[in-house]
C-alpha cells in the first residue's frame, strides 16, 4: 500500500503529541495523547522520522514551548469546511499571549450569531497549538472546553503569558 500520510510523536510540556503530513508537504494533524487513535485518522499512515515538515513542526514547537517562539512558520492544509477553515484562519490571528472569546471569533469572521458554531469548529481544530484554539475562552473570561485538556488549556496559556511578561496567571477556578 503506498504511504500516503507520515507521522511522527514528539513529547512535550502538554504530553506525547502526534505530528500528521500528508504528500503535499504540509502539515495536516497535531494529535494529542489521550486522543482515541481510530478518531479522523487517515488511512495509509507511516511512520517517518525523517519527513521535513515534521521535524520543521517539531522543532517549531520546542522553540514555541521554550518561549523562543511566538508565530509559527509552517505549511498547513485544512480539512474542513468552508465556515470550519475561516474559523480556523480567525484562530490564527490572535496574538501570542492574547486572547478572544467564541463571539469575537464569530464577530470577525462577519457571522456574529454563530458563537456555537464558531465553538464546534473550534473544537475540530485539526492543529492545536499551532492553530491556537487555547487563546479562546468564554465571554466571562473563563476558561472553557479544550480538546487537549482544561489543565493543557492553562498551561499553554500560561507560558504565553509569562513569555510576554503579562504576570496574572490563568487558574481552572
Same mark, same amino acid.
Given at each position: 500500500?503506498?504511504?500516503?500520510?507520515?507521522?511522527?510523536?514528539? *513529547?512535550?510540556?502538554?504530553?506525547? %503529541? +502526534?505530528?500528521?503530513?500528508?504528500?503535499? $508537504?504540509?502539515?495536516?494533524? /497535531?494529535?494529542?495523547?489521550?486522543?482515541?487513535?481510530?478518531?479522523?485518522?487517515?488511512?495509509?499512515?507511516?511512520?517517518?522520522?525523517?519527513?521535513?515538515?515534521?521535524?520543521?513542526?517539531?522543532?517549531?514547537?520546542?522553540?514555541?514551548?521554550?518561549?523562543?517562539?511566538?508565530?509559527?512558520?509552517?505549511?498547513?492544509?485544512?480539512?474542513?469546511?468552508?465556515?470550519?477553515? *475561516?474559523?480556523?484562519?480567525?484562530? %490564527? +490571528?490572535?496574538?501570542?499571549?492574547?486572547? $478572544?472569546?467564541?463571539?469575537? /471569533?464569530?464577530?470577525?469572521?462577519?457571522?456574529?450569531?454563530?458563537?456555537?458554531?464558531?465553538?464546534?469548529?473550534?473544537?475540530?481544530?485539526?492543529?492545536?497549538?499551532?492553530?491556537?484554539?487555547?487563546?479562546?475562552?468564554?465571554?466571562?473570561?473563563?476558561?472553557?472546553?479544550?480538546?487537549?485538556?482544561?489543565?493543557?488549556?492553562?498551561?499553554?496559556?500560561?507560558?504565553?503569558?509569562?513569555?510576554?511578561?503579562?504576570?496574572?496567571?490563568?487558574?481552572?477556578?
Amino acid at each position: 500500500m503506498k504511504k500516503t500520510y507520515s507521522t511522527k510523536t514528539m *513529547d512535550s510540556p502538554v504530553g506525547r %503529541l +502526534t505530528l500528521v503530513a500528508n504528500q503535499k $508537504r504540509k502539515l495536516i494533524a /497535531i494529535h494529542w495523547e489521550k486522543d482515541d487513535p481510530d478518531f479522523d485518522q487517515p488511512e495509509n499512515m507511516e511512520e517517518d522520522m525523517h519527513d521535513p515538515v515534521l521535524l520543521k513542526t517539531e522543532q517549531q514547537l520546542k522553540e514555541y514551548f521554550s518561549g523562543e517562539r511566538q508565530i509559527f512558520s509552517l505549511d498547513l492544509d485544512f480539512n474542513g469546511t468552508a465556515f470550519q477553515k *475561516d474559523v480556523w484562519n480567525a484562530l %490564527l +490571528t490572535i496574538p501570542f499571549g492574547e486572547t $478572544r472569546s467564541y463571539g469575537d /471569533i464569530a464577530r470577525q469572521i462577519g457571522n456574529p450569531k454563530s458563537v456555537r458554531a464558531v465553538g464546534a469548529a473550534n473544537g475540530k481544530n485539526p492543529l492545536p497549538i499551532v492553530v491556537p484554539c487555547h487563546r479562546v475562552i468564554g465571554s466571562s473570561g473563563k476558561l472553557v472546553g479544550f480538546g487537549g485538556g482544561m489543565e493543557n488549556k492553562a498551561l499553554l496559556l500560561n507560558l504565553e503569558k509569562t513569555k510576554t511578561g503579562r504576570q496574572k496567571q490563568i487558574s481552572l477556578f
